[in-house]
């Protein structure tokens, strides 16, 4: 059976919910019982977001293979529940670069290169090289920023010619653009939807269907409006309101027959939609629950989109014990400044994920303290590892110069390094410990007891790891290296003895999170977190002075 492909566009404005949306279109489809993958088109220049600053990209999604990608694969994965590659990113940047060195070793023949057909055709080579890779009978596509970018232009010049070559009728295309509402009138305006399409149809593309995303609900005669206006059939045109939480919006979307017009319109065989499980999750979401106050001490806190599988992951870790979360997005630079009491005493549970640079590093180490010394589950991801390494180094070993060669070259105790294979690296992207390494667990510990198993894999971004030269000093002071590299050379889990719970892990466990399968240690964090609730007070949450 042919491929087929579905392609979503956006308008008006970027950030209106494209990526959830494609995340819920693998989800219904797949509750159709029909093979699915999805891919990320991303027209900035950048080769990938692994140099961007969180501040202008968020969160960089790692993939098994090592690839650094868009956000946007996390809600992919979560969603539908599969692992994908760095096939399913592509930018513009990396086709740029691509038909460049093309063109450098004369595959062209000494033609002219020109954005029609070269760089268009690479696009739609890897969009179909994506298909025969994942075998899926389903190709889901999000374009990101929004119809008119003129970035954009060549890869919606490139969905545009997959409808003839790969038949019309194995060709779908989504917009998702947004009602705004104007306050004055109250009403939810269309006109921003019809210059979309209008600017969608110039290309040579008309959209099959709309979604159409409002913070109200959207009436009968405003989708009619949409339908006349953009020529969408009227069974075709879907409201999305803003709704409690994102894992609704497949039901959403399926109660509102898209996945039956997109198995007619595809010619896919109708399977008995099964989404019971789903339904059971969400249900189970909205209810009111206690929650337990979570404080996520970050560099990028004032931007909770660098940390979204933090955040996610530790959802699924509440939900797993019929719980929810109130997470307190905290600076680590304003612990430098008011210290951990004012900050931190409300917390049952201290978080610090990952990140790059010496700012607010002081502010992770004074938190990795508080937790180890007041007995607050602690969970270091990466660089909240290496911060409870060097804090306890400090601290239990007396050398208070500990730090990482990060952010001190000439530290006399570097218990942080470079780890050896990126001595000589001068590039910045692509070039760190990226991807799916195995880990050996050590008996009898929490690490071992939450992964009920000896070898794990888990997904790697850093280019600094624990020096093994003071692993047997640490371990005499209850620092202990739980998971190791199966040559034993590289600690990838730390774990404090006597303690609720204080370990840290060199990679990112929140990337393997699902909201119906929870992370093991995500899991058993929450879990120590509750005896804290259960044998201390409940305290206010933090007043942050500004």
Known sequence: MSTRYIFVTGGVVSSIGKGISVASIGRILKSHGISVSVMKLDPYLNVDPGTMSPYQHGEVFVTKDGSETDLDLGHYERFIDIELTGSSNITAGQIYSLVIAKERRGDYLGGTIQTVPHVTDEIKEHIFNLASESGAEVVVVEVGGTVGDIEGLPFLEAIRQIRKDAGRDNVYYIHVTLLPNMVTTGELKTKPTQHSVKELRSIGIQPDAIIARSDFPVSDAIKDKISLFCDVSRDAVFALPTLDNVYEVPLALEDAGLGSILLRSLNLDRKRNDMSNWRILVDRINLEREKIPIAVVGKYAELPDSYISVKEALSHAALAHDKDIEISWIQSEDIERYGTEDLLAFAKGIVVPGGFGPRGIDGMIQAVKYARENLVPYFGLCLGMQMMVVEYTRSLLGYSDANSTEFDPDTKHPVIDLMPGQLQVKQMGGTMRLGIYKCQLVPN???????????????????????????????????????LSPDGRLVEISEVENHPFMLGTQFHPEFLSRPQRPHPLFRDFLEATQETIRKGDQRPLPLIRR
């Not at 030269?469 to 209850?478: A, C, D, H, K």
């Open 445 to 483: 510990t929490r690490a071992a007891r939450a992964y009920g198993r000896s070898e794990i894999e888990e997904r790697h971004r850093h280019r600094y790891e624990f020096n093994s030269t003071y692993r047997s000093l640490l371990e005499e002071v209850g620092l202990i290296a739980s998971g």
